[in-house]
């Protein structure tokens, strides 16, 4: 009698043992699931935070994007080539209001809010780079 009814609780032992470990597997999925979203948030605050540099961040795009118009020459007066002349402006006056990318002409013309939208006959700038170029003049458009 005594076997009959160890009997009888060894499948429901046997079922409990599964779904525990079943049920840590999900536990543990749940925590990676939780770390991982941690980290993705962390490294995106980071990047929110980051101090855009106009040698590291900025002309680089410049170079890359606005040659031979702004670089190689200056077109319309407006060399782009080094800090000092972006901040010189172009003949119409300076392009960059440190502080207000809102108001900044060169941001203006990057978006096509100003006529030509540049760079001219190319394609528009990658979101991201328009973004770099607008948090570095928010920060007050520094020589860094």
């Not at 009997?7 to 032992?13: A, T, V």
């Not at 941690?38 to 994007?65: G, R, T």
């Not at 300076?94 to 540049?118: D, F, H």
Request: aromatic share 6%; net charge negative; with cysteine.
């Amino acid at each position: 009698m005594k076997s009959y009814k160890i009997q009888c609780y060894i499948p429901l032992i046997f079922l409990l043992v599964i779904l525990s470990l079943f049920a840590c597997g999900k536990e543990k999925k749940q925590v990676e699931s939780s770390e991982k979203t941690a980290q993705v948030a962390k490294a995106s605050s980071e990047n929110e935070n980051k101090v855009v540099s106009f040698s590291d961040d900025v002309l680089p795009i410049f170079k890359s994007e606005c040659s031979p118009c702004h670089i190689i020459s200056a077109a319309h007066g407006l060399s782009l080539k080094s800090y000092d002349d972006v901040m010189a402006g172009s003949e119409h006056g300076k392009v960059v209001i440190e502080g207000n990318s809102a108001e900044s002409s060169l941001v203006k013309y990057l978006i096509g809010e100003l006529t030509p939208r540049m760079p001219l006959d190319r394609e528009p700038l990658e979101d991201s780079d328009v973004k770099k170029i607008k948090d570095w003049i928010d920060a007050g458009a520094k020589n860094n």
